[in-house]
């Protein structure tokens, strides 16, 4: 499974228990650069992790646009 993690600049622990759940490739971006804003995000996801205190409004509907159209789920997290 991969997992597109946005926001946060560090993981952390994080990745341990993604990889425990059975994530086999974690992709992370950080949503405080400005070229993040208009990535798209990519087809081999699985599943899509937004922390919401670390990015923007128009970067979170993007890539909630984004993930709907392909049919990804998306969780949110503080």
């Known amino acids: 499974m991969t997992i597109l993690v946005v926001g946060a600049d560090r993981l952390g622990n994080i990745l341990k228990e993604l990889y425990v759940e059975g994530a ?7 949503g405080r650069r ?23 409004h128009n970067l979170m509907n993007s890539i909630k646009r984004q993930a709907k159209e392909n ?3 998306v969780v949110y997290s503080k």
Do not use: M, R, Y
């Open 24 to 30: 086999k490739e974690i992709i992370h971006w950080t």
């Open 34 to 56: 400005k070229s993040v804003q208009n990535k798209l995000v990519p087809k081999n996801v699985d599943k899509v992790i937004i922390f919401c205190d670390f990015i923007n």
């Open 71 to 73: 049919g990804i789920p």
